[in-house]
């Protein structure tokens, strides 16, 4: 066995082991017993962390150990915490969104084709090998794009007009 690399009927039994509350020493030794292997605890522990199974809680000691009324002190085990995992239904993607401007009707001229003063707001190229095109209406002054693309690229509120002279910034994201 090379090191590392553990079988999945190795992973397994370590999943129920650890659910069960088992210590990773414990885990090791019902592991080794079962298989014929020679994990350490160490391996153990991180092979349970690389699963995801814990999370490494660093605490800090306390400088004053309360003392129970028996005159016994109170030792907590360090135990590392489990991990609260979303429901499978969180984990779905979400649909992709379609974004759009209400105010135009884009005329979707290429780039060879595009003008000096008309609109450069992008349509397209979504998908794997779809032609990028531009709005194509007469653009505003001092901006790239048509009045309602402005509307869309711009912050409403104060300071637009101050942003409006501003060079445009474009980033590029994605909807997801």
Not at 28 to 33: E, F, L, M, S
Not at 43 to 62: E, N, W, Y
Not at 107 to 129: F, S, T, W
Not at 146 to 166: D, E
Request: glycine content about 8%.
């Amino acid at each position: 066995m090379e090191p590392g690399h553990w079988p999945s009927e190795h992973s397994d039994a370590l999943r129920d082991y650890f659910f069960k509350g088992m210590s990773h020493a414990e885990i090791g030794r019902q592991i080794n017993a079962r298989f014929g292997t020679a994990y350490t605890r160490n391996a153990v522990a991180g092979r349970a962390k690389r699963l995801g199974l814990i999370v490494q809680v660093r605490t800090t000691s306390p400088s004053i150990v309360p003392v129970l009324p028996s005159g016994a002190c109170l030792i907590l085990p360090h135990r590392p915490a489990l991990l609260n995992l979303p429901p499978k239904s969180a984990m779905k993607p979400a649909a992709p969104v379609k974004l759009r401007c209400v105010g135009v009707q884009p005329r979707l001229i290429p780039l060879v084709r595009l003008a000096r003063d008309d609109c450069h707001y992008p349509y397209g190229g979504d998908k794997e090998g779809e032609e990028i095109t531009f709005c194509g209406h007469p653009r505003e002054p001092g901006s790239s794009y048509c009045a309602p693309h402005v509307r869309l690229t711009r912050r409403s509120g104060a300071g637009a007009a101050a942003r409006v002279a501003s060079p445009v910034v474009l980033r590029l994201v994605f909807a997801a």
